[in-house]
């Protein structure tokens, strides 16, 4: 996409025993969805309900794209042009948050996996799937007006529609695979946009 991003890992190596032991038992629960899709609203209001831990990758992206050093402008100039930050960089900001977290039931992880090799790299560096991924069926035209209208509030530095429409592009070309992948695993719920049913959550981690 003509960014560098040699900065920034494309892959990782697996968590190490203990670290792994740590996450296998709590609740793991994606939530995936196009951007103005709801995931950030739906992702608090549950993580409040349910007592779990809410781990977005959208705003652990941002904050470390205000950062005033060559990783902090590598990640801003990626997320300007709306594209996707390397899966290696997005898992080691993932599994840090979680394991930060201290005697949780679950988490709800917010905007992941965005592509398959994310999905299946989750897999690898920390030896589980996740127990459900929720997707946020919502139309195109309704995430382009929700995100416009977030970036008359100036909510955003990448709410711009010609950002927008890219990233959206990005979206629908790259969470296809994805939610095939899952739903072969019995996995994926789709939910109606910017709306969840209340669901029994699943007692323990798929093994």
């Known amino acids: 996409m003509g960014i560098c991003q040699g900065s920034l890992p494309k892959t990782t190596k697996p968590l190490k025993r203990e670290l792994k032991e740590k996450l296998q038992s709590p609740i793991i629960i994606f939530m995936i969805g196009g951007p103005g899709s709801g995931k950030r609203m739906q992702g608090n209001k549950l993580a409040n309900k349910y007592d779990f831990y809410h781990v977005a990758i959208g705003e652990l992206l941002r904050e470390e794209a205000t ?99 890219h990233r959206l592009e990005t979206y629908y070309t790259l969470c296809e695979p994805v939610f095939t992948y899952y739903v072969q695993k019995s996995l994926l719920r789709n939910e109606a946009c910017n709306t969840v049913k209340d669901r029994q959550l699943p007692q323990s981690s798929p093994q």
Do not use: W
């Open 67 to 165: 950062r005033p050093t060559r990783k902090g402008k590598t990640i801003r100039d990626i997320m300007l042009k709306g594209a996707l930050v390397p899966s290696g960089y997005i898992l080691e900001l993932l599994t840090d948050n979680m394991l930060k977290a201290e005697n949780v039931k679950g988490f709800f992880v917010e905007g992941f996996p965005r592509e398959i090799h994310q999905a299946k790299l989750f897999e690898e560096v920390v030896g589980r799937s996740p127990n459900i991924v929720i997707v946020f069926d919502c139309s195109t035209e309704t995430m382009i007006q929700r995100l416009l209208i977030r970036s008359q509030m100036g909510e955003r530095v990448d709410d711009h529609e010609r950002i927008i429409r």
